[in-house]
């Protein structure tokens, strides 16, 4: 795909920040890097102001480093934690009033396809558990039914975690945290299988603690959205802050998660989305 939309006219070349010349010059634009690349070049995030240990933090880098073709990248946001990153990203990106990200990114998909018809256009959603499965639920499960070529990433810390620790709708049972001071009361609530049940051709769950797992599920999720119709991958992604866990545990907390069988990752792929998927690697091998 063509770099030109982030390379440097040169009548700004002496303006621009140095920091972007060496994003366009030693970045991951037109270059297909894979998540084994992270470390090898200039990567779209160096820095945040997200809490030590932040295991959205951790997601997000690896989303960012998953992206097939991040110069033709929208990244269509929420508000949350991972709202304070994406100013400091070197993508296009479009922050919504909370819960309206799949609403907005399905009318960005659908401008860009007939205004670029024969050109690739990657709309991918990246918001809270918060926006997406409470606040946001309305908004994404219609775009779901509808099969829009979107693809939708949770970046889910079981809490409103930018608000100080309310319980949302993807809390665990008996999570305390700041406001919910004598534990929630509900399970957690089970998004693959209504992403599943609404329609998604592709559907993922997994965490930072398996970065080649989610840079392939990553990768899945958008290349499927470009021919084939709705995805979703749901990260988890904890909050040491709002847990009050030590930051250096973030990983840890996860494994035992697994371990415990509180937490498992699982993938799902409608029919269509294999034959696609085969079809893609059919054409690798021979390309
Ligand atoms: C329309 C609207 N309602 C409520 C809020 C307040 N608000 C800001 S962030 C947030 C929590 C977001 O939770 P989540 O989507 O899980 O993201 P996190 O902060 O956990 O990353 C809320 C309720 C808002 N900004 N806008
Ligand atoms: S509050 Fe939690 S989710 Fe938000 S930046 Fe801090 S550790 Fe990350
Ligand atoms: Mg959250």
Known sequence: MSTRIVSISPAFEDVMPQEYKELVENGPYGKDYKVTDLGKYKELIEEHPLCAGCGLALSLRLVLGSLPSPEDTVIVGSTGCSALVFPQVGLHNVHLLFGNQNAVASGIKRALSLRFPDQVKDVVVVAGDG??????????????????????????????????????????????????????????????????????????????????????MVRRAILIAREVGSTYVQLLSPCPTNFKTKPSDTLVSIKTREKEKHFKQSEYISDDARSYLSALEEASRHG
């Open 131 to 216: 926006a997406t499965a409470d606040i946001g639920l309305d908004m994404v499960m219609q775009s779901w039914f509808r099969r829009e070529k979107i693809a939708t990433i949770m970046l889910d810390n079981e809490a409103y975690a930018n608000t100080g620790g309310q319980e949302s709708g993807m809390s665990m049972e008996g999570t305390v945290m700041n406001m919910v001071p004598k534990g929630k009361v509900f399970p957690k609530a089970d998004l693959p299988r209504v992403a599943e049940a609404s329609g998604c051709a592709y559907v993922a769950a997994t965490s930072p603690s398996r970065p080649g797992k989610l840079g392939k």
